[in-house]
């Protein structure tokens, strides 16, 4: 591991201003991608600023949103009253996450940076890939692409979003709150990252420097029905193969507004506002729910090894559906 | 790393850090590189051989410890982020010279074969009944997941936590 200066910061400016003022500056929260990627290599920088002594974690209901600060851990959202009360999906998407030690560690913010799980992006001794070093190649496309993405995803990377709370906080409309040299921005989750397809190299609308100090989650209406469901290799501590978290607004036997993330699948949090859209002003039913589905995934962009995934993502997503309507199989 | 300044390379700079750790309620001051992890400065530095080192990346738990009162991962943790923060590691867990009622249990029930992930385990288990999370064994397994036993003997460690919790000691306090 390249030998680092390690600062530790108390103010938030402090902070931006000492990674602004370094190309080869990162912010250390949680750790658990920073670290992990710097032992393997693939990251190296001259300077880690620490940000866990900000004033930054901690929760606070402002009106029919709720502002979560960005080192709020994923525990600690987990164990918020409102959460629990308005925001089931997120808290079933935070607790099908990793272990209750990365989650005890695991800030909101890194959680939404997390770098993709692709065994050849984490391994440097791989010379073709082009989210490492851009226009190398790929070599996940020729490898095993069990844990890769089929939306948003071709020929040039198929690198997966792995994070679970993003896929109900795209599906909720969170928004990102960043602050940077020259001032503050906000910015829609599901606007802040880019495609895989078209910028391996570039993951989100992030500049150097700029440092997310939160999100702001619109609660859902009282009476909403949502869930999430993870379908994935072991029961427990492990990555999606897909997932699915749903929320629907239902009364007088109409569907009045369906929310929709899937995981697992694409290169980017996915939302499927295509399928939310087949839903809205159907009654809630089997037929519906499959139409919706088939339109989600659509636009795959699949390889022999990822193929599966477009027919269990349908799955994934049709009975979380039924489950939180009640409709029966 | 060092360069062979003869033939023009240079000498990358070796960062260092002064940092003072309490672990297991005793201060220690530290010089150490910028890089070392909590885990090796245990290890390493202050001769905490205890915590075990698995993959060293974050997967096995086998490095589990207590950072104020939360169980971590000791491998993908600084030293240097730990100043001013209380570090309990499963040489701090017994009490006047008797074993923890967890650690009791775990020889009790036979909770472990080669030993080499049941300090992790141990500490996970503490933290989980602390978390209130041992009420079931489908809730034991769920959220002792993070740790890995090569051996195999997780219905051990069950039926050890679970006697914790059935006799009462599960507040036991570090």
Redesign the interface.
Known sequence: MRSFEYVRATEVSDAVRLVSARPDAAYLAGGTTQLDLMKDGVLGPGMLVDITRLPLAGTERRGEALHVGALTTMEELAADPTVAERLPLVREALLKGASTQLRNMATIGGNLLQRTRCRYFRDPDVPKCNKRLPGSGCAAVEGVPRMHAVLGANERCIALHASDLAVPLVALDAVVHIQGPTGERRILLRDFYLLASESPDVENHLVHGELITGVEIPLLPAGALSGYLKVRDRMSYEFALTSAAVALVISDGIIHEARIGLGGVGSRPWRALDAERELVGSPPGTEAFRRAARVAVQDAWTLPGTAFKVELAQRCLVRELRTVSGVAA | MRADISRGTTV????E?VTELTVNGRPSVLSL???V?LLDALRDHLGLVGTKKGC???AC?AC?VHVNG????SC???A??C?GRAVTTIEGVARAGAPHPVQEAFVARDGFQCGFCTPGQIM?AI??ID?E?AGTDDEI???M???LCRCGAYPNMVAAIREVVSEGNGNAVI
Request: glycine share 8%.
């Open positions: 990358p700079e070796v960062f850090t590189d910028t890089r992890t060293d990346q974050g738990g589990t939360k169980r971590v991962l993908l943790t600084l240097a982020q100043e996970s933290a989980l978390e999370r397994r769920e959220f997941s993070g740790n």
